[in-house]
Structures are given as C-alpha cells and as structure tokens.
Nanobody
Framework: VQLQASGGGLVQAGASLRLSCAGT????????MGWIRQAPGKEREFVAA????????YYADSVKGRFTISRDNAKYMVYLQMDSLTPEDTAVYYC???????????????WGQGTLVTVSS
C-alpha cells in the first residue's frame, strides 16, 4: 500500500483544514487507516484512526470533538477534517495504514510522506 497525503498549509487559530490521503493497492480496503502527527521537537503521536468496514473511529483526547476521520474505500481515500485548529495542532501529519492489531499503538505498517500543518496564533 502506498500513501500520499496532501492538504496541509498555514492557517490561523480557529480555522479548518481537510487533509486527504490517496492510497494505492487493493489491500487498502483491508487495513485500519489513520493519522499520526509529529510536532517540532516532540515524539510522534496518534491522532485518529478508522476501521475497515464498520467505520468505527478512534481519536486522541486532544482532538476529539474537533477532528473527524473518514474513508472512501471505493476511491482509496482517507480524510481528516480538522476544525477549531489551535497552535498546538502544528505538526507534520502522516497518513498511515496497518492491521487492526496496530491499535492503539502508532506502529503502523505503511506511512505516507507527511504534510505540514502550521497554525498561527
């Protein structure tokens, strides 16, 4: 599975952004899809994940209620809608894929190249 993330950029606090992740490979629809982020000088952290067929979603407490993950298996796409952004959301966001057993870790099998989100105050 290859992953290509896009949609990052520079926004002001309170704004919204939608990240997209384009996947390739038939196995795309077999994997948990998620987003991991890494802020400057910090370790990578789990942001959100979505199940294969049930659409069950998982969120970090820090983004719950503000971020929404979704997927379209027919288009091999995963999205992360980010609302009410704060400077603490500034990070490189990685699109990831892995088997269900990866939850709740960040040790996903496949990683995209990352897209930078910068939120100014």
């Amino acid at each position: 599975v290859q992953l290509q993330a896009s949609g990052g950029g520079l926004v002001q606090a309170g704004a919204s952004l939608r990240l997209s992740c384009a996947g390739t490979g038939r196995a795309f629809s077999l994997y948990i899809m998620g987003w991991i982020r890494q802020a400057p000088g910090k370790e990578r952290e789990f942001v959100a994940a979505i199940g294969v067929s049930t659409g069950r979603t998982y969120y970090a407490d820090s983004v719950k209620g503000r971020f929404t993950i979704s997927r379209d298996n027919a288009k091999y796409m995963v999205y992360l809608q980010m609302d009410s952004l704060t400077p603490e959301d500034t990070a490189v966001y990685y699109c990831v894929a892995g088997p269900k057993s990866v939850l709740p870790t960040i040790h996903y099998t496949y990683w995209g190249q990352g897209t930078l989100v910068t939120v100014s105050s």
